[in-house]
């Protein structure tokens, strides 16, 4: 359980360092695109800030979730990272490298 939770607590971290850098780099971003595919409207760069704090709370559950699914089935002391966790830990990923992408391009356009 403490592998799983620290292997989630660091793409966490990782990804609100990479949104901290992102935010003190560009004050001003993109925020909406219109259907042509060009932006129309700017926003502050600290809604960059909003991906982190979603990707935390998808974390926190599926730690929550995981530590009542083994309380009861008795193996809270386990060492092991079991299947189900490590399709949670892909998915958290795989958001944060698809909201990583999204922010970038809010302020590379």
Not at 49 to 71: L, T, Y
Not at 89 to 98: G, H, M, P, R
Request: aromatic residues 8%; charged residues 15%; glycine residues 6%.
């Amino acid at each position: 359980m403490k592998k799983f939770i620290s292997i989630v607590r660091s793409i966490e971290g990782i990804l609100l360092i990479i949104c901290s850098g992102l935010v003190v780099r560009d004050n001003t971003i993109a925020s909406h695109f219109n259907s042509s595919g060009k932006f129309d409207a700017y926003g502050s760069g600290i809604e960059i800030i909003i991906a982190p704090i979603v990707v935390i709370w998808i974390g926190e559950v599926m730690i929550a979730i995981d530590k009542a699914s083994r309380k009861k089935a008795g193996t809270v002391d386990s060492p092991f990272i079991y299947v189900n966790e490590w399709q949670q830990i892909v998915a958290l990923t795989v958001i944060s490298v698809v909201l990583l992408i999204l922010m970038i391009l809010k302020i590379v356009f």
